[in-house]
Nanobody, 119 residues
Framework: QVQLVESGGGLVQPGASLRLSCAASGIIFSLYDMGWYRQAPGKQRELVAVITSGGTTNSADSVKGRFTISRDNAKNTVALQMNTLKPEDTAVYYC?????????????WGQGTQVTVSS
């Protein structure tokens, strides 16, 4: 059974930092692209950052320079370091694992962790 378990969310004030972590099991972790997505109330889920199986990273313009994604294949984890948090970062953050081949794509989601940025 595939499991992605997020941790590290919470309630913080603007300007604070949080580090989210996602622990994966049931997959050959090193073969998957890993991503962080978020969904705010009333809005669609959006990509925050992704790190490929090869280590290449990309992030949304709204978080560039503030958020950093990383992975540790030895520990089967992916992290999202979030600095200088803003109220608009408030959302449920989801961990995603995706593998693509020439003929198929498979993906998995974690349960999500709440991040609230408020004064």
């Amino acid at each position: 059974q595939v499991q992605l378990v997020e941790s590290g969310g919470g309630l913080v004030q603007p300007g604070a930092s949080l580090r989210l972590s996602c622990a994966a099991s049931g997959i050959i972790f090193s073969l998957y692209d890993m991503g962080w997505y978020r969904q705010a109330p009333g809005k669609q889920r959006e990509l925050v950052a992704v790190i490929t199986s090869g280590g290449t990273t990309n992030s949304a313009d709204s978080v560039k320079g503030r958020f950093t994604i990383s992975r540790d294949n030895a520990k089967n984890t992916v992290a999202l370091q979030m600095n200088t948090l803003k109220p608009e970062d408030t959302a449920v953050y989801y961990c995603n694992a995706e593998r693509r081949t020439r003929t198929f794509r498979e993906g998995y989601w974690g349960q999500g962790t709440q991040v609230t940025v408020s004064s």
